[in-house]
């Protein structure tokens, strides 16, 4: 495998950013379409989850929001952009625990 990168944003770097974006619009998302179906408004939603209301969605809310970093990790993996891939795959690792402590 080369050293060589195909584009100068294929790093990892710029992969860890691109994944902590795509977790909070993943997470944006989720609230958008959670509250869709409920009476609440997101402001109401993101209050809730900060103070533990819905203790019992927090678990929930991490693993759907890291859902849309799995979908940039496929995208990059077959643009063969793989340092941007491993800084993506950072985020979902460094996530895990993350969805455990609210487990």
Request: aromatic share 16%; charged share 10%; net charge neutral.
């Amino acid at each position: 495998m080369s050293n060589i990168s195909k584009h100068k944003l294929d790093t990892v770097p710029v992969g860890i950013a691109v994944g902590v974006i795509g977790a909070l619009l993943g997470f944006v998302l989720f609230g958008l379409v959670f509250t869709l179906g409920t009476s609440t408004n997101l402001a109401t939603f993101f209050h809730d989850l900060l103070y533990g209301i819905t203790a019992m969605y927090q678990d929930k809310v991490v693993t759907i929001s890291i859902l849309g970093d799995v979908a940039l990790f496929y995208l990059f993996i077959r643009m063969e952009w793989y340092k941007m891939s491993r800084g993506i795959l950072y985020v979902v690792i460094c996530s895990v625990p993350v969805a455990l402590y609210f487990y």
